[in-house]
């Protein structure tokens, strides 16, 4: 979605015409290699571990994953639904509320809160796999609209939730000189049948979701690739799962390993911003620069 929101505009989405000043103001701690002062990384320090929200009592509630087509690949969107109606959307650098704002039936609707400068909606219908229907991107403020986009949204099985595997990994850190967050991001989903996953870069500031493509499992090691977000480029990876850690290597590329820790399961992560009940005008509220997911909500 971000490759087709930098087509609506001369300057990006997510740094506007000149750096995004509002990251979490979390106390620096010291870098003895280089000196910088940086964050904790992303969903670092998150004591106590979140009570993980209960699913399946409710025909919406679950964990969904969709993989949304942009013009030159796909981006990742996955949110979290719970039987009160509440959730939330990974949008990097964390999360942003959602709420349900209309089930009859199999019929279904539902909008976010704002990630600088937008609100994704849904509307659609429920699905024996999970929803199907058409999601939009509307400006919090005026401004050109994106065209509807028709998505597929699988809703998790239980048992991959519950696989050690499917887990959050982060190692991005704020570069309190710099203004920058780098480092990376994985989301890994262990299913029966299949590996799905998803990598953020930042390199400043937070990349698309960029989904696993063409996925495949031998032992502890997942070779795919990636499509930049541009369209400009793909790449072959490995990623190597050690239990508290995965290593993603991009191959043919001498050196290049990229220790990436766990830092939650999925459901973990995803419950840690949930709260129970809908509060429309609370996710309208949430206006450009004030993001959730960093374990506070940044003004």
């Known amino acids: 979605m971000r490759v087709l929101l930098a087509a609506l505009a001369s300057c990006s989405i997510y740094w506007g015409c000149g750096r995004y000043e509002s990251w979490p103001a979390v106390s620096a ?34 964990l969904y994953w969709g993989e949304v087509a942009v013009e030159h690949g796909a981006e990742v969107v996955m949110f979290l639904l719970a039987p009160d109606g509440s959730g939330v959307l990974y949008s990097p650098p964390g999360l942003v509320p959602l709420c349900i704002t209309r089930s009859s039936g199999d019929g279904i609707a539902w909008e976010s809160g704002a990630s600088f400068g937008w609100r994704y909606t849904f509307t659609g219908q429920l699905t024996p796999y999970g929803m199907s229907g058409i999601l939009r991107l509307v400006r919090t403020r005026r401004g050109p609209e994106l065209s509807p986009i028709h998505v597929e949204f699988e809703r998790i099985e239980r048992q991959a939730l519950e696989h050690p595997w499917s887990s959050f990994f982060s190692n991005v850190v704020f570069v309190e000189e710099a203004g920058d967050l780098v480092g990376t991001e994985v989301l890994l989903l262990r299913r029966s049948d299949q590996i799905q996953g998803a990598v953020t870069f930042y390199e400043g500031g937070p990349g698309s979701p960029l989904p696993f493509e063409r996925p495949s499992v031998r032992g502890d090691t997942i070779s795919f690739s990636l499509t930049s977000a541009a369209g400009s480029e793909q790449a072959s990876y490995a990623l190597v799962h050690h239990g508290s850690r995965v290593e993603l290597i991009a191959t043919g590329h001498a050196a290049e390993i990229d220790t990436v820790p766990q830092k939650q399961s999925i459901m973990e992560f995803m419950s840690r911003e949930a709260k129970p009940g809908c509060d429309l005008d609370f996710i309208h509220s949430r206006v450009e620069g004030k993001r959730l997911g960093l374990g506070q909500a940044v003004e």
């Open 29 to 62: 701690i010291s870098n003895e290699q280089t000196g910088a002062g940086v964050l904790p990384a992303v969903g670092a320090a998150l004591a106590p571990a979140p009570q993980v929200v209960e699913l399946w009592s409710e025909s919406w509630a679950g």
